[in-house]
């Protein structure tokens, strides 16, 4: 199986992910071990003119797979994509962004090459012609680590925000278009449009920011009073404990936790969410928790890097305004 690391460059309209650069750090430790090279893929409509910035961060070869028909993130066709870059690169280890689009795309890439598949990984490294993928398990009580056997593809989706993304520099990379060609399969599904839910509201595992409410907020209305103009003014992303997606609050898409998403942010706001331990392991591994909870004895507290005994229907727009002033600056 080949040395080379194939990072998996995943953008939206355009816009690389900050995940997406990550991955070039724990690509860059790996190809030190197997002594092959650092190469990227990047999929979709237009994307050419994304493959600078891209070798900027570290690929040796950037390559380029676009077509109209790859305008929108379709399981299948973007499937075929990076599996021709994966073959043109000589790839032996595949990196992929934890995000909803890039779970989907690993899982259907590594059993279109019939490759080992590692899902939400914290920690890789490479010892003895194996990968080995770390991730947590058991609500976050538990610390796993899996060999992917060298003798076969191994892809991996690596958790964001665990792995700081390297600064862009150094030498251009070499830029390679893949011609691709729809087949029947390919065009089995069709996108027709792809329509944001909430302006200015980012996925929350993708934001650097995310701000939760639980059962506390007691109405949908309340989240869009309370909860969202923080989350807007921080450009960061809404999230929501499980009950108050069971309430009817939120869609379950925010569900942070156990049964939902597990989001690792660089500042993480609980706001009356009393952390239940689903919760608690769907966010504990966040850089900075700022909990907002008017009861001092709920669990939340022992996770916080920062608690306030407060009503968040008083502090939190408070804090938002704050935010809004420093911003205006």
Same mark, same amino acid.
């Given at each position: 199986?080949?040395? &080379?690391?194939?990072?998996?460059?995943?953008?939206?309209?355009?816009?690389?992910?900050?995940?997406?650069?990550?991955?070039?750090?724990?690509?860059?430790?790996? /190809?030190?071990?197997?002594g092959?090279?650092?190469?990227?893929?990047?999929?979709?409509?237009?994307?050419? %003119?994304?493959?600078?910035?891209?070798?900027?961060? %570290?690929?040796?070869?950037?390559?380029?797979?676009?077509?109209?028909?790859?305008?929108? #993130?379709?399981?299948?066709?973007?499937?075929?994509?990076?599996?021709?870059a994966?073959?043109?690169?000589? $790839?032996?280890?595949?990196?992929?962004?934890?995000?909803?689009? %890039?779970? !989907?795309?690993?899982? @259907?890439? $590594?059993?279109?090459? @019939?490759?080992?598949? *590692?899902? !939400?990984?914290?920690?890789?490294?490479? @010892?003895?012609? &194996?990968?080995l993928?770390?991730?947590?398990? #058991?609500?976050?009580?538990?610390?796993?680590?899996?060999?992917?056997?060298?003798?076969?593809?191994?892809?991996l989706?690596?958790?964001?925000?665990?792995?700081?993304?390297?600064?862009?520099?150094?030498s251009?990379?070499?830029?390679?278009?893949? /011609?691709?060609?729809?087949?029947? *399969?390919?065009?089995?599904?069709?996108? +027709?449009?792809?329509?944001?839910?909430?302006?200015?509201?980012?996925?929350?595992?993708?934001? !650097?920011?995310?701000?939760?409410?639980g059962?506390?907020?007691?109405?949908?209305?309340?989240?869009? +009073?309370?909860?969202f103009?923080?989350?807007?003014?921080?450009?960061g992303?809404?999230? *929501?404990?499980?009950?108050?997606? !069971?309430?009817? #609050?939120?869609?379950?898409?925010?569900?942070?936790?156990?049964?939902?998403?597990v989001?690792?942010?660089?500042?993480?706001?609980?706001?009356?969410?009393?952390?239940?331990?689903?919760?608690?392991?769907?966010?504990?591994?966040?850089?900075?928790?700022?909990?907002?909870?008017?009861?001092?004895?709920?669990?939340?507290? +022992?996770?916080?890097? #920062?608690g306030?005994? *407060?009503?968040?229907?008083?502090?939190?727009?408070?804090?938002?305004?704050?935010?809004? +002033?420093?911003?205006?600056?």
């Amino acid at each position: 199986m080949s040395k &080379n690391i194939l990072v998996v460059v995943e953008q939206r309209e355009g816009k690389v992910l900050p995940a997406s650069y990550q991955l070039f750090t724990p690509a860059r430790a790996l /190809a030190s071990t197997t002594g092959g090279q650092v190469v990227a893929c990047v999929v979709g409509e237009g994307v050419s %003119g994304l493959a600078d910035a891209i070798g900027a961060h %570290g690929a040796a070869t950037v390559y380029v797979v676009e077509h109209a028909e790859l305008k929108h #993130y379709r399981a299948s066709a973007y499937t075929s994509a990076v599996t021709s870059a994966i073959e043109a690169a000589s $790839a032996g280890v595949v990196l992929f962004p934890t995000t909803f689009m %890039g779970r !989907d795309w690993a899982a @259907r890439t $590594a059993a279109r090459k @019939r490759g080992a598949l *590692a899902i !939400d990984c914290t920690e890789v490294s490479a @010892r003895g012609g &194996n990968i080995l993928a770390s991730k947590s398990m #058991y609500a976050g009580k538990l610390q796993a680590t899996f060999a992917l056997s060298g003798s076969r593809l191994r892809v991996l989706t690596i958790r964001s925000n665990v792995y700081p993304a390297p600064a862009a520099g150094g030498s251009s990379a070499a830029v390679q278009k893949l /011609a691709y060609t729809p087949s029947d *399969a390919d065009r089995r599904l069709t996108v +027709k449009a792809v329509t944001a839910t909430s302006s200015g509201i980012k996925d929350v595992t993708e934001a !650097d920011v995310v701000v939760s409410g639980g059962r506390s907020l007691k109405s949908e209305e309340n989240f869009q +009073k309370v909860i969202f103009p923080l989350a807007q003014a921080l450009e960061g992303a809404v999230g *929501a404990s499980r009950a108050a997606c !069971d309430a009817g #609050y939120q869609p379950h898409s925010r569900q942070v936790g156990l049964t939902g998403k597990v989001v690792t942010p660089k500042l993480y706001f609980a706001c009356g969410i009393d952390g239940a331990i689903q919760h608690l392991a769907g966010m504990r591994g966040s850089k900075v928790i700022v909990a907002i909870n008017t009861k001092k004895e709920a669990p939340i507290f +022992k996770v916080a890097t #920062y608690g306030c005994v *407060a009503d968040l229907f008083t502090l939190v727009p408070l804090v938002t305004e704050e935010v809004r +002033k420093l911003r205006a600056h």
